[in-house]
């Protein structure tokens, strides 16, 4: 079982940076798919970026945040991070942090089995 624990969330000016982290327990972290999802209010979960298991450092983006969102993960802390930059406030949306075990696929969120309770992030105009 794995437990994920999100922080880092808050309200910001357009323009502005906030850096998310999601500490997660149990064993073999290095070997899960991670992933940030996010919800806007009245729409549906959406992926943001996820980070592929093992040392090639593999990521992908949804299109929305390619060039200024980073997701960056360090297994030895269990922690993954997402880098926000130049925030607009399409951005505002409660952030998820999920896991599942081995390789990333298409981010489903029907595929990832642990979820973290969330964050929100609001960004003003």
């Known amino acids: 079982q794995v437990q994920l624990i999100e922080s880092g969330g808050g309200s910001v000016q357009a323009g502005g940076s906030l850096r998310l982290s999601c500490v997660a327990s149990?064993?073999?972290?290095?070997?899960?798919?991670l992933a940030w999802f996010r919800q806007a209010q009245g729409k549906k979960r959406e992926h943001v970026a996820q980070?592929?298991?093992?040392?090639?450092?593999?990521?992908d983006y949804a299109d929305s945040v390619k060039g200024r969102f980073t997701i960056s993960r360090d297994d030895a802390k269990s922690t993954v991070y997402l880098q926000m930059n130049s925030l607009e406030p399409e951005d505002t949306a409660m952030y998820y942090c999920?896991?599942?075990?081995?390789?990333?696929?298409?981010?489903?969120?029907?595929?990832?089995?642990?979820w973290g309770q969330g964050t929100q992030v609001t960004v003003s105009s």
């Open positions: 999920a896991a599942h075990s081995g390789y990333c696929n298409d981010p489903v969120p029907r595929d990832f089995a642990y």
């Open positions: 149990g064993d073999n972290y290095g070997d899960y798919c």
């Open positions: 980070s592929f298991p093992g040392r090639r450092g593999i990521t």
